[in-house]
């Protein structure tokens, strides 16, 4: 109801660069809304109503950096939005329009402090479909992107452990990308400081269950790459301390999924 009355607000607002960014937005929520309640047919028609709008504005004011850096942020959405329709080439196309415009702003000095992060967010979501796709090489460039901009964050703010675990995700991607490449050392180099990371936040809030699950799943995630490494007795340790997480998260959440991770990890160790 409120995304539908922000649609209707801005539908009928003054037709200039401000109004045109709200309603962008407005476009996004209802369709992303209707389409997690299941309403497809009609999440559709707002998504189209919202790449009609996007090329109305890019032709509108083609030089106003707020309207391009939210038109950027708009091929993100609708790439997402394909991406969860399938449409995967259609989903690469739109988050590559987007992946032109972020830099552009940023090296013209146009820089708030959201856009980093959606130019980041837009390049690992990329970088997602490509190595589903095997597409390694860009899948990796993607990543690593992505991975310089959030070192400079993590520097700026070393003391923020949010920002050192949202960084794991990405480095554990790239992990990923080089196991796939059957480049197993650097992997194992990577996927040791997702661990360490991991280690670091669950020892700074030792019950938290978040914490305790990632842990777990990097120790996992590093003996695996261990093992074609012949790093067998590393790759053992890390298995009994993944199952030993998975047991104290058992035991923290009382819930059957942390019950199933543990038995797995038990199958994983033996």
Known sequence: GSFRKAVRLGEHAPANADAGIVLLGAYDDLSSALWNNNDRSEADWWYQKHRNLV????????????????????????????????????????????????????????????????????????????????????????????????????????????????????????????????????SARIYQEVVETRRAALASDPGNLRYLSLTATAAANLADVYTPLKRHREAIELCRETLRLRDRAATTAKSFREQWEADAARILLA
């Open 55 to 186: 090329a109305v504005l890019e032709a509108r004011f083609p030089n106003d950096n707020k309207v391009r850096s939210s038109i950027a942020s708009s091929y993100s959405e609708l790439a997402f939005y394909r991406s969860q329709r399938n449409d995967l080439a259609g989903a690469k196309d739109d988050y590559r329009k987007a992946l032109r415009i972020f830099p552009a702003l940023l090296q013209s000095g146009y820089s708030p402090a959201e856009l980093g992060a959606q130019y980041s967010f837009a390049l690992k979501r990329l970088g997602a479909i490509l190595i589903v796709e095997n597409s390694l090489a860009e899948a990796e460039r993607c990543y690593r992107t992505a991975l310089g901009m959030e070192d400079a964050w993590v520097a700026a703010q070393p003391n923020n452990i949010k920002l050192r675990v949202d960084r794991s995700f990405t480095l554990s991607d790239l992990a990923l990308i080089l196991k796939k490449k059957k480049e197993f050392a650097q």
